[in-house]
């Protein structure tokens, strides 16, 4: 079953560190997408599992800016 966790970064966008909000924000918007995607490639549910919190925290662990929410979304 997948879980939806807090991340504890508390420094802001542009100084490498995502907020708490901006965390679960980013989760709850894409979580679902993500799995779907992975599914598709791995066609097994736990290693779907592992795909979708390799790419979440990925994401935390190297932030980017974005210029919009398409190239967030890619």
Do not use: W
């Not at 420094?11 to 995502?18: F, L, M, S």
């Not at 918007?29 to 992975?38: K, W």
């Amino acid at each position: 079953m997948r879980k939806i966790c807090s991340v504890g970064a508390t420094k802001r966008k542009g100084t490498g560190y995502y907020n708490q909000m901006d965390a679960e924000t980013v989760v709850l918007t894409y979580s679902d997408m993500v799995y779907r995607i992975a599914m598709r490639y791995v066609k097994q549910a736990a290693d779907a599992e592992d795909v979708y919190s390799e790419v979440f925290l990925r994401y935390y662990r190297k932030p980017r800016n974005f210029e919009s929410e398409e190239h967030r979304k890619a």
